[in-house]
Every structure is written in C-alpha cells, then in structure tokens.
C-alpha cells in the first residue's frame, strides 16, 4: 500500500470524554498554531501553520445518533490512507469504546504497523521526535490547510479568500478520487469561482499585477481543467487568465465584466476624489473614545482603529485602508467601568476605509470603550489571550515569509511572536519561536529541504496576501 497521506508518525488516538469525538495526533501545536481542513463526513485534519508537513491531529467525529455498529467501512478506509494500514480498525474501536462509556475518556497508542496499544485515561503525550523519524504529511494536503486558512481568515479581501479557495481546491483535486472529497472541491471551486469574478467585476479590493497576476493565471488555468469545458465559467476564466497574463491588472486597465449572465451588473467604483461628509446633525467629532487595543485579534493589533464621538449618543469607529478586509467584523461598545457591553454594529465599507456607527445611551458616550471583534458573541479577550491570538498572527506571517524567501521579515516576525508568547506566559512556545527567528530558512542544508520542518514553496495566496 502506498504510504499514507499524513506520513509515518508516532501517534495517540484519544477519546474526548463526553463526545463522540476521537482525536489522533502528537498534541504538539507550534508558535504560529495550526491549519485546519476539512475532509468531509466528520473528518478534519489539523497540520501545524508554519511547518505544515508535521501534523498536529486528525479528528474523527460519530455521527450524532448512530450506534457504534453504524460506523461503515469507508471510514476505516478512509483512516487506513490519511494514517496507513490497520489505523482505521483502531480509531473505530475507540470510537465504538465511547459510544459504549461516552463519559470516560479512552487512549490508545497507533503503532508503526498499525495496531493499537489501548489504555484509559490521559496520555502522557511527549513532543514529536526529530524530523528523522517521521515522514511529512501529503504536499497537497499540507498546501490545501495553508491556502484554506488564507480563504477563512477574518478580514481577509475578498480577492484573497477567492483565490484561497481556488487554490485549496485545486490541491485537493490531486488526491480527491483517492480520498473520496470531490464534493468539497466542487463546492469550493463554485465557491471561489463566483468570489473570484465579483471581486474583479465590483473592484473589490486591488487587482492582483507583477508577479502575483501570473500566479493567478496559472491558478486559473488549472481551475479550468476540473471544471466541464463548455460551461460560462470556464470561458470567463480562461479569458481573465489572458488579461492577467497580458499585464492589463498591473496597468491599471478597467476589467471587463465577468460575471456569469444573470447576476447584478458590476457595481461602480467609489469616487475616491469625493471625501465623505457627516449629516449635518451629526458634527464632526467632539471627542475621541478608547480603543481597547488589548484586545484586537491578529492583524487587527496592527491596524489604525480609532473611534470618535459624532453625537450625542454615537460613535464612528473608523480602520483606515480596510476597506476590503472588512468581512466579518464588528465594532462593540462597553461601559469602561463595569465592562457591560453597549452596542454592536457591524463594519462596513466607507470608500477606503472600513467604519462602524455605534447608537449608545447619551448618559454614557463619556464613558465608553470600543474594540474590533471577529467574534461579536464572544467576551472580550483576556489580556493572555489577547497576546496568544497576536502571538500566532505574527508566527504565520514569519511563515509566509519564510516561504517567499524574505529571511529578514521572517526573522522579526519570529521574534516578535516570541515576546508575545512569553506575555502569555507560555515559555515552551516563546522560546520555539526564538529558536525560529535565530536559525530561519537560511540555516537550512539541501537535506532539511526533505524534511517535515521545510517551509515550502510560497503560495498564489501567499503572493496575493503579500501584494507581490
């Protein structure tokens, strides 16, 4: 049997008790934390976001409500390639064994050849050994978890997530008869093939030029050979592939209209040369309010966010530039004092920048504080957890530029994560990141590029993300 898609690696299936979950991996997340991709029928695999060739789990979820004896052989086969032969009798014995005492948790160790060394209770689960003694996980695997995380990441422009997915899922199709997820392809190339042609009909977000619009038309020609030769879609991108290829994006020529016949007609850019101005009962601004900067997630702890009073009872929270990496967030008012939230709104276009309108109660405008959230159900983040989600922001930008070969921004990203590791208090990861920016990809031998801990080439995304 050909050798299993996530590599030979010494690994633990653990049962997480009071689910019909089991998880199978090294628990060794790094400082850049992990990419995840789902694999379709309660499978999703997890590799790590910076070295995506070693993997960090793969979960396998029972069906709600189907006895152990419904769990189908396809499974097994499916466990059997992702993990290698035998792996799949284990991990649906464990997963039999939960459904039998959901409430005790249950570990077995997958051996090399596959069989398991079962035990209860929790593991004793130790690093990962060195790189020489595991193989890395499927290029196409590793590369479809890296591109998807670009297509999900909150705040991502539209032309980004597009090509995210395309490209996910064109590394999917490699191994998706094998793995049985041509489903997921298709639904991703549908997907990211109508974001594609909106984000260049309705100029949302800079259109890719240089280096960057021949990846994309690269990208595009392998997109048109997964999808039937005769259809609207393919013929639309085949012809934007040629206007790439044709430099028209880097010229700063107008893109025709893509989009399939029936959709709206491509909306209009905004008039740049227009400022906008306030209503004439909303004067412009009596006073700042404070942005909890504590708290803004990832890329957000790096953008200009500022909030101002425009009324008696309103706030504008403004992020300058973000107009196309506006998607998914949302503006929140609390009481300074007992931290009670106030008002939420979501975030909006508003020519190049990104705004929201807060309506608060008049009596507490002067004691406001306002963040910027991905996750608008959720508390504000701890002052920790603030430095955990910064920490593994900047470790996959030191891993993007790893892969496109920029050692000095790679090397400072690292190190930058590594202080923000050390302020959440997780020393083991901070000095992994240290470790990262002391040695980067220019300490790497013609044999480390064999190895699991190889950054790999860059991306389309990465080209993209990085405005190359």
Known sequence: MAEPLLGYQPL?????????????GSWAVGPAGSAGLDLGRGVELDVDAARPGCLVGLTIELPSGDPPDALSGDLRRRLDLLL?????????ALL???ARDPLRP??????????????????????????DAASPVAPALQRAAVAFGFACAPGAPPMVRAVGLLEAAVELAAIGGVLDVD??????????VDLLLDAVAGASGPVPGGKAARAVAGLLRRVTTLTPAQSLATARLTSLAREFERGAARAGLRLHDHRLPGTAGARPRPDLRRPALPAADQPRPPGRVPVDVGSL?????????????IGAAEVEVRIDGWAWRRG??????FHRRDGGLLAVAPVRADLGDATARLLVPPDAIRRLEV??????EMPRASPALAFMQRAIHLGRLAAQAERLRDLASANLRWRQSARHWARAGDDKRAEAARALGDGGIGSLTLDDRRRPNEPGAPLVVDLIDAGR
């Open 96 to 98: 039999r064994a939960a």
């Open 297 to 309: 997630p990832g890329a957000l702890a790096e953008a200009p966010v500022a909030a101002s009073r």
């Open 371 to 376: 963040d910027v959230t991905d996750r608008p």
């Open 328 to 333: 998914g967030l949302w503006a929140r008012a």
């Open 183 to 192: 489903g997921m392809v298709e639904r991703d190339l549908h997907i990211g």
């Open 12 to 24: 633990v299936a653990h049962h997480v008790a009071g689910s019909g979950l089991v998880s199978v």
């Open 84 to 92: 290698g032969p035998g792996h799949g009798d284990a991990v649906v």
């Open 106 to 131: 249950q570990t077995a160790r997958l051996t090399g050849s596959g069989g398991p060394s079962a035990g209860s209770g929790s593991a004793d689960l130790a690093d990962p050994p060195g790189d």
